[in-house]
């Protein structure tokens, strides 16, 4: 849970670089690229579903009436039931921020192994080979799952523009103001 909260704060407090765009995309070779994923995209790997609970006593929280502290004793028990009950399972989890709002996003072991792999600098075709290993999704199915991973994933904001796209945009930017 503190690993889980951690993970929060560095993803609302974290930086946040130029996003990549689609046509940031053209003319790159995918075999040597590499993706930087944003400062704030937090990976965790956790041995019990605590992204749950954690929406669960936020959630009660924010029910809370704080009015005397004979109730907050009482939402103290109702509290540990939950943990207590937790079954050990293993989950793979992004924390991510959107216009300033911290998410919780459920992801699968692939998907968790591909975005670690690109964080680490592994180029695109490295990573997904990585992702892959003692996988159970069937290979023909692959090349769709990677295509929506990535997809989704841009959607979201997670991937930094390259820094030679960067100057490149910059260089265009300065020619088109003179």
């Known amino acids: 849970m503190v690993r889980l909260e951690w993970a929060d704060i560095r993803a609302f407090d974290g930086g946040a670089e130029p996003a990549l765009c689609l046509e940031d995309l053209s003319g790159i070779s995918v075999s ?3 993706l930087q994923l944003q400062p704030y995209v937090q990976l965790l790997e956790l041995h019990y579903p605590v992204d749950d609970l ?30 207590a009950a937790l079954e050990p399972k293993q989950i793979f989890v992004v924390v991510h921020r959107i216009d300033f709002s911290v998410y919780f996003r459920r992801i699968e072991r692939e998907e968790f192994a591909l975005l670690s792999a690109l964080r680490s600098g592994k180029t695109i075709e490295r990573a997904i080979e990585l992702a892959f290993q003692r996988s159970s999704i069937p290979e023909f199915d692959r090349g769709g799952y990677v295509q929506h991973c990535f997809q989704t994933w841009a959607t979201l904001g997670w991937f930094c523009r390259p820094e ?7 260089s265009c930017e300065k020619r088109v103001r003179t």
């Open 164 to 170: 030679e796209i960067n100057a490149r945009r910059q």
């Open 32 to 34: 040597g690229a590499r």
């Open 54 to 83: 954690a929406i669960q006593l936020r959630e009660n929280h924010e029910r809370a009436d704080f009015a005397s502290n004979g109730l907050m004793e009482n939402r103290k028990s109702v509290r540990v039931g939950p943990v």
